[in-house]
């Protein structure tokens, strides 16, 4: 037996570098008082404050959670919770059905393109709308992955994303519940609005932030691009970016007379020479607030498009067709709040496999930050899928380990089983140690 247990120690050394690499320790909820809380920080899951819509009411009790059942299920009843049904999450979902793995999709029904009017520069999709490719895209899912890719009710929100010692528990907005072993975040994020009247009522139809989804529609019309106060050097970048489209530009400086002396320093560093050079371009620049954005075209397509600019200065308003300009976005969802989440901005901090900060819980499309489009929405989801599958894997492949030592050799499972929980645990304590050094 001795040296059957030395033998295995030596086996488990080799190989639980690999599941340790797989997740970081997952802190329990702990009881007190009937009020469950994150043990990490001074997380609260006993929400009940809402801010401006950013996180939703909802309480864990004594009755809801712990009566439930453990904090260490053994069965799960799907492999991965997916919240977000854009297209991330249902590339996410697709993905998973592919390898027979189960998953449940939260689509909450709102989308930060729901106001585009047709999707482009998508392969396949080009002037299709978004609901159509949802529905093409659940259709195909539907007929063939139904086994395993469901999705929860329509409009169904998750409130809560509960670590338990393996993987999670979900519960949404009617307190209903699953448990799972990773959790994809496909949440996305949603467009801040400035304060200009009528700027939301001509958001995606007419006026736009990238120039590859709509610029087109604009070929050899009028266009105006609106510089985000301070950020004029990017309203010349988005200005030559639709220059190849058409000649009948104006950039409108949020300034009322001129540029500060810190934003024409930081435009002459990035655009050396750009007053001579715009004028090469055509390009006009107007200086003053744009106060009021008013469509006067009756009809809805990208054709029909007209819009009356007022804005302080002169001239005081003007006549263009489309109108681009370059929105500061915020995470739709506050999950990431609750979780605790590292951030990157405003976008949930990722490693390449699209893990998260927390062990177990990927972010991917436009939560994660970089490109905002559909393809990188949807490779993120397959690279985040491809990780997942690999890592339920190797834990399924552990867990068998003591039961096949045992059936091999003889002996104690519930021993080897220790020496494997005790191992996983010290070289996760390891990784931490490691991170502090590194400053992680």
Not at 39 to 64: M, R
Not at 138 to 154: C, E, V
Not at 281 to 300: F, L, N
Request: proline share 3%.
């Amino acid at each position: 037996m001795v040296q059957f247990r030395a033998s295995l120690w030596r086996f488990c050394l080799l190989s639980l570098p690999l599941a340790s690499a797989l997740t970081l320790p997952q802190k329990v909820l702990s009881e007190g008082d009937g009020v469950y809380e994150l043990s990490n920080d001074d997380l609260t899951l006993n929400v009940t404050e809402v801010q401006s819509g950013e996180i939703a009411p909802f309480t864990f009790t004594s009755s809801n959670a712990r009566s439930c059942d453990n904090f260490d299920p053994v069965n799960f009843d799907y492999d991965v919770a997916i919240i977000g049904g854009g297209p991330a999450g249902l590339a996410a979902s697709m993905s998973l059905g592919r390898v027979a793995r189960t998953s449940l999709m939260y689509d909450s029904g709102e989308y930060r393109n729901g106001k585009t009017r047709y999707m482009h520069d998508v392969l396949g999709q080009d002037g299709k709308r978004p609901l159509d490719f949802r529905i093409a895209v659940r259709g195909q899912i539907d007929m063939h992955y139904s086994d395993y890719s469901k999705r929860a009710t329509s409009g169904l929100k998750v409130t809560a994303i509960q670590p338990l010692t393996k993987g999670f528990r979900i519960w949404d907005e009617n307190e209903g519940k699953i448990n799972v072993r990773k959790v994809i975040l496909a949440t996305g994020i949603t467009d801040i609005m400035p304060k200009i009247t009528g700027f939301d009522e001509a958001f995606g139809r007419g006026l736009f932030w990238c120039p590859w989804c709509d610029g087109f529609d604009y070929k050899g019309r009028a266009m105006t691009i609106i510089s985000k106060p301070g950020n004029f050097p990017g309203a010349i970048a988005s200005a030559l970016a639709m220059s190849k489209l058409t000649s009948n530009i104006k950039i409108v400086a949020s300034v009322n007379t001129k540029l500060d002396d810190a934003e024409r320093a930081a435009t002459e560093a990035r655009w050396p020479g750009w007053e001579k050079t715009l004028k090469t371009y055509g390009i006009d620049v107007y200086y003053g607030v744009v106060s009021k954005i008013e469509r006067t075209a009756k009809g809805g397509e990208p054709s029909d498009d007209e819009y009356k600019i007022t804005k302080s200065g002169s001239p005081s308003t003007f006549v263009t067709n489309g109108i681009l300009y370059s929105t500061s976005t915020k995470q739709t969802s506050s999950l990431h709040k609750q979780l605790h989440l590292q951030m990157d901005g405003s976008s949930i901090k990722v490693a390449d496999n699209m893990e998260s900060s927390m062990g177990g819980v990927f972010a991917v499309g436009d939560a994660k930050g970089g490109s905002t489009n559909a393809y990188h929405a949807m490779w993120s989801a397959k690279r985040a899928v491809v990780n997942i599958h690999s890592a339920i894997n190797k834990e399924d492949y552990l867990d068998k380990v003591p039961a096949t030592m045992v059936m091999a050799e003889g002996g104690d499972e519930e021993f080897y089983q220790r020496q494997i929980d005790e191992l996983n645990w010290q070289m996760d304590q390891d990784i931490l140690e490691m991170a502090k050094i590194w400053g992680a």
